[in-house]
Each structure stands twice: as structure tokens, then as C-alpha cells.
């Protein structure tokens, strides 16, 4: 007597087939990491930049210690809006920061400020210098 073989579902070729498919995907996010996933996490607030919101802490961190007062270095004082406001307009502020040939690099001796702070700085500039 002679055995039939009863063959059923999905043909074994076929399986194989999409088993090798299904190894291709990658499995799960075990190395992403938050930055790659959410590069804006935490982000950079440039809505409403005034100079009492954004500049005048960015001065303070990277600026004031050098740029304030009576023996403000070079006579440039970064502390005050009526003093900043005059060496933004003329475009000194942003020479120096953006590190632009034929500006003096600040902050001296030290890495470029950070992209999001230079940013805010632009804005302000290119709003008109809000003070508040």
C-alpha cells in the first residue's frame, strides 16, 4: 500500500523564505539612544527671544565675567542692554561670537558658543534687539 503525503499550509520554501525576511528587520531599539531618536530632546527655545528671556543669561555664563563694569576688558561691556544693544547693532557682537575673520573669537581662549546659543543671539539681532 502505498503512503500519501498530505501536504498542507504554507509550502516549507515559502517559510524558509519569509523567516529570512523576518531576520532582515532590525530587532527592537537596544542601541538607539534618545539623541539620534529625538535630536530637538530638550531642545532650543528660540520662540519669543528677548534679551532679559535668552541673551542676558547667555552673557552671564559666557561673557560678564570679562565684558562688565568699571574694568570691562577691552571697554566692551556685555552686562547692561544699553551697552550690548550698541555692539549687537553695529554687528560686533555677532563677529566675535560666530568667530568671523577680522573679529577678536569669543568667548577668548574657549570653544565657540553652542549652535543653540548663537541661534538665539541671531534671532535677536534680526528682530530688532527686543529688550523685553
Not at 40 to 67: L, R
Request: hydrophobic residues 40%; charged residues 15%; proline residues 5%.
Amino acid at each position: 500500500m502505498a503512503h500519501q503525503i498530505i501536504r498542507s499550509g504554507i509550502p516549507v520554501f515559502l517559510t524558509v523564505l519569509l523567516l529570512a525576511a523576518l531576520s532582515m528587520i532590525p530587532g527592537g531599539c537596544y542601541y538607539d539612544n534618545e539623541e539620534d531618536l529625538y535630536p530637538d530632546a530638550g531642545g532650543c527655545d528660540t520662540v519669543n527671544i528677548t534679551y532679559e528671556t535668552a541673551i542676558a543669561p547667555i552673557m552671564a555664563s559666557s561673557c560678564n565675567t570679562c565684558h562688565s563694569g568699571a574694568a570691562a576688558s577691552a571697554g566692551i561691556r556685555t552686562d547692561s542692554y544699553s551697552e550690548l544693544s550698541v555692539i549687537a547693532g553695529n554687528g560686533r557682537l555677532w563677529g566675535a561670537v560666530s568667530h568671523a575673520q577680522g573679529y577678536s573669537p569669543m568667548p577668548k581662549d574657549q570653544s565657540m558658543l553652542s549652535d543653540c546659543n548663537l541661534t538665539k543671539i541671531r534671532i535677536w539681532i534680526d528682530t530688532g534687539l527686543p529688550e523685553n
